[in-house]
């Protein structure tokens, strides 16, 4: 009896770091797009790490824009902002509560979606 709860234990244990490892292999990266409009130039990566935690993971968007103002390009301006996710499995969704910021993984094409934007992984 003992011995065949220690077993089921164990099983337990490694599926559940399998299915960590999996979620961590989706998700983790960088992702990168770019957007041209008639006012501006944008450049965006994200870079996606797994925390200490089973679901968690913290965000680094890396902002690059050039403004064009009277079809002139201005200088580049950059602008780094860090925050945490919690993964969703049912969902395929990173969710940050404090901004309210929804990034659907999409392991098809190896992207992210935020919105309208998509960004594709090339790392």
Known sequence: MI???VLLDLLLMIVLISCSTNN???ITGSYAIYEKSEYSIAYD???ITKLDNINSFQIEERIGY???I???LKGKQYRVQKWQGTWNPNTRLLAESA???QLYINSNNNSIRIKNS????FK
């Open 45 to 47: 990566t994200l870079i």
């Open 99 to 101: 901004y309210g910021r």
């Open 66 to 68: 050039q403004r064009i």
């Open 118 to 121: 998509e960004f594709i992984r």
């Open 70 to 72: 009277n079809n002139m």
């Open 24 to 26: 961590e292999q989706l």
């Open 3 to 5: 011995k065949s709860l």
